[in-house]
């Protein structure tokens, strides 16, 4: 027999992504982007999403037109130039000079990393830079190029971060985001309490949309979760640290989040 689900009972994302006649991938940077806002957790521990919102999206002037236009994405170099009009050699250089920013990554069959872009972002940086899209690169991207660099990991993490930061107010929620991008050995340091430490794993953000989950390929993209040039890692133990510092008044408080 089919249960009827209540007008107003929260939904799964599946549903919720159905109701807004979007895919799942959709869905999922609408959500990360912050288009689409999450309710409560089920006792699973599932992200609900409640009417009240969907009715708030369909709301929305050019719906659903308009919402898709802002998760639209170009995966790789190739769909990215063509959105650019330039030459896939040209893109890939804007990209490792920090000039664009990636919104996600898949692995491929090969291990190779295939960055995703916001169309919406890349059209609006062609109306912003059109100098950048001919001619001869400008010294400082030249440098970068003579030196190896390749921002878009680290480009991609800022913007992770900021997002999940974004989301929530929760002082261990943040500083488990700060926490997670960190190496282990700068969050044992940071965090030498050994139960602050499990609190933060468990208050830890889930890996982001198409995070691949066959091994192989997940080695390769665990590598794009963690901090590494060392002024970067400076920087996120920093943050956790000014985050720990926020919440240390609750750490023996019972009925708070830090541990009793």
């Known amino acids: 027999m089919k249960v009827e689900t209540p007008a107003c009972a929260p939904l799964s994302g599946i549903r919720a992504a159905g109701e807004l006649g979007l895919s799942r991938g959709e ?3 609408a959500v990360q982007l912050g288009l689409v806002r999450p309710g409560s957790r089920s006792a699973g521990g599932a992200v609900r999403f409640t009417r009240a919102e969907l009715d708030r999206v369909r709301a929305g002037e050019g719906f659903p037109r308009e919402l ?3 998760v639209e994405t170009a995966a790789g170099a190739d769909a990215g130039a063509r959105v650019l009009e330039v030459g896939p050699s040209r893109f890939t250089r804007l990209a490792r000079c920090g000039r ?13 990393v295939v960055w995703l872009y916001l169309a919406a972002e890349l059209r609006e940086f062609a109306a912003r830079e059109p100098g950048l899209l001919s001619g001869a690169a400008p010294p400082e991207d030249r440098e970068l190029m003579a030196a190896g660099a390749d921002l878009r990991p680290r480009r991609w993490r800022e913007r992770h971060v900021g997002l999940l930061l974004r989301r929530t107010a929760d002082p261990w929620a943040r500083a488990a985001v700060l926490a997670s991008v960190l190496p282990e050995e ?22 982001p ?13 665990r590598r794009l979760l963690l901090a590494e040039p060392p002024e970067e890692v400076r920087g996120y133990r920093a943050g956790l640290d000014r985050a720990l510092a926020g919440v240390s008044g609750q750490s023996n408080s019972t009925g708070e989040r830090g541990p009793t």
């Open 209 to 221: 949309y198409g995070h691949p989950r066959v091994p192989a390929a997940e080695a390769v993209a």
């Open 100 to 112: 664009l920013t990636p919104v996600g990554y898949r692995i491929n069959r090969y291990r190779a």
């Open 27 to 29: 869905f999922a940077r």
């Open 186 to 207: 700068e969050v044992r340091a940071a965090v030498p309490d050994p139960a602050e430490r499990i609190l933060l794993a468990a208050l830890a953000p889930p890996p």
């Open 68 to 70: 898709r236009a802002r």
